[in-house]
């Protein structure tokens, strides 16, 4: 499967953005999607998980992130998305969706098979 990432751009802080995960080549629905963020100098973030089904999802623990990221899917458009609210200066990062078949939730990059090519968003203060 191929995913592409879009929907980032220049928010202000405060705003809310939707982010898409658009999947070709392949049965979307055979693969589970996560959401990860890197911003400049750290590590690949993870954000949240969502089963194929779209039934059960996870999100990170993180309390700067809780209850603002919501991720969902629509197998019928083969496509996931990533809701953010209430943007904050430190959301700014380049922002990844990833492809795994697997039943099982990862909460780290490596288990990922297939990544999108990331999709920046920056937030102004």
């Known amino acids: 499967v191929q995913l592409q990432a879009s929907g980032g751009g220049l928010v202000q802080a405060g705003d809310s953005l939707r982010l898409s995960c658009t999947a070709s080549e392949g049965r979307f629905n055979d693969y589970a999607i996560a959401w990860f963020r890197q911003a400049p100098g750290k590590e690949r973030e993870f954000l949240a998980h969502?089963?194929?089904?779209?039934?059960?999802?996870?999100?990170s623990d993180s309390d700067s992130m809780k209850g603002r990221f919501t991720i969902s899917r629509d197998n019928t458009k083969n496509t996931a998305y990533l809701h953010i609210g209430t943007l904050k200066f430190e959301d700014t990062a380049i922002y990844y969706c990833?492809?795994?078949?697997?039943?099982?939730?990862?909460?780290?990059?490596?288990?990922?098979?297939?990544w999108g090519q990331g999709t920046l968003v920056t937030v102004s203060s």
């Open positions: 969502i089963n194929w089904s779209g039934v059960s999802t996870r999100y």
């Open positions: 990833a492809a795994r078949r697997s039943a099982f939730i990862a909460t780290t990059p490596e288990p990922y098979t297939y």
